[in-house]
């Protein structure tokens, strides 16, 4: 499986010859500009909730890929009326068997709203059963306890979690997130791309390894074997 980080909270993962990206949020997100959004290729996308750097580039990439949108119902319900058809939708605590693996919606304590104000729903994250690994994608989100349920009831390979602070979780608190996890690995996001998330590179990285686990912070556009 390969791993790309598309800068803020978007990835694509390439598993069993099918990419899945996660929250496209490219043209709007400066750090990003490496990127060529029209050489994006999707068969699915993953929306954890509707905030703008979520889904800046969600609709368009979704007509031009033709991809599978998986997100809770509400966001569901709103692609449909963008004209966006290809959408299953899910909601906390279901999964479901797609040709690449499992998907299990998990809960994200955070807002979701669309940039037109409609309601989005919970907001949530993803954990993926895929290649015998196990990778968690947490959203944004607060720490909390329900990640110790997840830790106890799966064996997690990699987390990806937010730790930017101010609107999600900082390094310190996602360093107790991964030991709630019960995982060794950790790719950072959701950090560095405008002002209210900028963060110290060496403290949040020194932050994990006083806890015993590792951070990974990818360069845009980087590229990890999982
Ligand atoms: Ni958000
Ligand atoms: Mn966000």
């Given at each position: 499986m390969e791993i790309r980080y598309l800068g803020h909270s978007c990835f694509t993962l390439k598993t069993q010859g099918k990419t899945l990206l996660f929250d496209p949020f490219i043209s709007g997100n400066e750090l990003a500009?490496?990127?060529?959004?029209?050489s994006i290729e999707a068969d699915y996308i993953l929306v954890s909730h509707a905030h703008e750097d979520h889904t800046a580039d969600l609709v368009a990439l979704a007509k031009s890929t033709g991809a599978t949108v998986i997100a809770i119902w509400e966001i569901h319900a709103w692609l449909n009326k963008q004209g966006v058809t290809n959408t299953h939708p899910m909601n906390i605590g279901g999964k479901k068997v797609f040709e690449f693996g499992t998907v299990y919606m998990t809960y994200a304590m955070h807002s979701s709203s669309f940039a037109d104000g409609t309601y989005g729903g919970q907001a949530a994250g993803f954990l993926l059963e895929v290649k015998g690994k196990t990778i968690y994608y947490?959203?944004?989100?607060?720490?909390?306890?329900?990640m110790k349920l997840l830790g106890e009831r799966f064996t997690i390979d990699l987390a990806i979690l937010?730790?930017?602070?101010?609107?999600t979780m900082d390094a310190k608190d996602a360093a107790l997130a991964a030991t709630y996890l019960n995982t060794k690995k950790v790719i950072g996001m959701?950090?560095?791309?405008?002002g209210f998330i900028k963060i110290e590179h060496q403290a949040a990285l020194a932050a994990f390894e006083k806890l015993g686990t590792n951070l990974t912070l990818m360069k845009i556009g980087e590229q990890l074997a999982v």
């Open positions: 500009k490496g990127i060529d959004i029209g947490s959203g944004d989100t607060g720490l909390t306890h329900e937010p730790i930017g602070d101010n609107f959701h950090y560095d791309t405008f």
